[in-house]
């Protein structure tokens, strides 16, 4: 089974400053990890994606994530945080082949980043 | 092209209706999938095509009916639906199933009346 927990429903920050979106999963198999952002009544775009290689992740628009086996988290940062970065994000697992989960993504349940200027 | 295509944008329906959602992909993806998300929360899996087969239902009622008549293509027909039903459904593709990277479209937003 897997299943993903976003420790903060809402995280406020001013422009410029940094952000962190804080993530941690479950999952029987080596994961495949992803963040996705979700701007209001759109559908979602893919941020970046953890699936084995390095464990520190680049990804669109400034973002990056570090995948901490020991600790299962897969925290999302920024350092400067930008308007335009207003918007609901998900922390999403899918399993590897052989996992009972293999080609469901799981969830979390998202955190509603806000930005103030 | 490296899009997944959703027709309609928005759909109002009534709760005797019969229509269909529309989603198209041209990356060669060969793992489609429909999610249904209400307001203020994650999406929920629904379907699984992999390869034009119907792999993962997630115990959907038989109102929707998806339907993938070839690789490019992923319908959901809709009949009989309640306002619960109401949400923005979200179409996916992926490479393969459980492959490592998902393209979602933008969404039908229905709403049953």
């Known amino acids: 089974a897997q299943s993903v927990t976003q420790l903060d429903s809402h995280v406020s920050v001013s422009e410029g400053t940094p952000v962190l979106l804080r993530c941690n999963y479950s999952s029987s198999y080596s994961p495949s990890l992803f963040w996705y952002v979700q701007h209001p009544n759109k559908g979602l775009q893919l941020l970046l994606k953890y699936t084995s290689a390095a464990t520190l992740v680049k990804g669109i628009n400034g973002f990056e994530a570090e995948f901490k086996k020991s600790e299962t988290s897969f925290h999302l940062t920024k350092p400067s945080a930008h308007m335009s970065d207003a918007a609901e994000y998900f922390c999403v697992v899918s399993d590897r082949a052989g996992g009972t989960s293999y080609g469901k993504l799981t969830f979390g349940q998202g955190t509603i980043l806000t930005v103030h200027p | 092209d490296t899009e997944v295509t959703q027709t309609p944008k928005h759909l109002v329906m009534g709760m005797t209706n019969k229509k269909s959602l529309k989603c198209e992909q041209h990356?060669?993806?060969?793992?489609m999938y429909w999610y249904k998300q209400k307001a203020k929360k994650p999406p929920e899996l629904m379907f699984v095509?992999?390869?034009?087969?119907?792999?993962i239902n997630e115990s959907v009622p038989s109102r929707f009916s998806p339907e993938c008549p070839n690789s490019s293509l992923l319908n959901l027909h809709l009949h009989a639906l309640q306002p619960e039903d109401s949400a923005l459904y979200l179409c996916?593709?992926?490479?393969?199933?459980?492959?490592?990277?998902?393209?979602f479209g933008s969404g039908t937003r229905l709403t049953v009346v």
């Open positions: 095509y992999s390869y034009e087969k119907l792999s």
């Open positions: 996916a593709s992926s490479p393969g199933q459980g492959a490592r990277g998902y393209t």
């Open positions: 990356m060669g993806h060969r793992a």
